[in-house]
């Protein structure tokens, strides 16, 4: 049973402490990448900023759990990294050019494009269950959760209903931005996935989402929970924390059951279970 509460054993945080106060080692092979002891102690202290490289090795224990233990984790999605988001946002930002601080009522249009000459092969293996390592083809997919950064100062979560056609963005600090803000910042996942489905052959694995859309390269429509339905944090910097535990909870099919004061036993598992190589039960 996954229990995302389940106690640190203590010889198992104990290890983690030895190697954080050996002065004869810097860093841990933790399989996806070496991290450094600045790594360990960003995750672990409380209003640590998570960076890319830390989001990801925690994603790649993720899905290699749900890989390892498909009768629990049985939800038909796939969770992908921070390259995943940089590579659509980086596209869309290069012909797009928003200005993310600007109501989308006051602000030109997006020039017209056909963006299926820009989706390119490093996103089409992403599709094909190439990139990243423990994924999948998305032929049974119908969820894909997405690391979301915002001006590198902000993670949220993003959920993309590939049936529904659309985008929903989980947020742990809703009272500090204004929804239309957080929408224009992931308006290239709304954009660009009718584009990379379509380019990918996913619809002819899938043709019954096609035969339902009249319009099948329209953008999916985005939008932001409410904070009454995502758990808000109270201390600047848990942000990344708040977005690997929301992905981790909406790709299991569990329900919302944490908050801030969950967070730094959240930290703490995270560090030490990434020590030992997995994501812990």
């Known amino acids: 049973m996954f229990d995302p509460f389940r106690p640190i054993p203590p010889v198992d945080r104990n290890a983690l402490m030895t190697f954080l106060e050996d002065s004869n080692r810097v860093d841990h092979d933790c399989i996806y990448e070496r991290l450094d002891k600045p790594s360990f102690q960003n995750i672990i202290n409380s209003g640590g900023w998570l960076r890319d490289n830390e989001i990801d090795t925690i994603l790649f224990f993720e899905r290699r759990r749900k890989e390892a233990n498909p009768q629990l984790f049985n939800q038909q999605c796939i969770i992908v990294d921070v390259m995943f988001w ?27 494009h056909d963006w299926t000459v820009d989706i390119d092969d490093t996103l089409i293996k992403y599709v094909k269950g190439i990139l990243p390592a423990h994924s999948s083809s998305w032929n049974k997919i119908d969820h894909v959760y997405v690391p979301v950064n915002c001006e590198n100062k902000h993670w949220l979560a993003a959920h993309v209903d ?25 308006e290239s996942l709304g954009v660009l996935f009718p584009y990379l489905l379509n380019k990918s052959g996913f619809y002819d694995a899938r043709p019954e989402l096609a035969s339902n859309c009249t319009q099948l390269l329209q953008p999916f429509s985005i939008s932001r929970t409410k904070a009454s339905d995502c758990p808000q944090q109270t201390v600047s910097g848990d942000c990344g924390v708040f977005m690997l535990k929301c992905i981790e909870y909406l790709s299991s099919s569990k329900n919302f059951d944490y908050g801030q004061d969950n967070i730094q036993f959240f930290r703490e598992k995270y560090a030490v279970d990434i020590y030992h190589h997995r994501l812990s039960m």
Request: hydrophobic share 35%; net charge positive; charged share 15%.
């Open 162 to 186: 590939i049936p529904k056609r659309h985008v929903t963005l989980f947020d742990s600090n809703c009272a500090g931005t204004l929804d239309w803000f957080q929408v224009n910042n992931a």
């Open 86 to 112: 940089s590579w659509m946002w980086g596209t869309y930002d290069a012909i797009a050019k928003i200005n993310i601080h600007t109501h989308p009522n006051e602000r030109p249009p997006v020039p017209k």
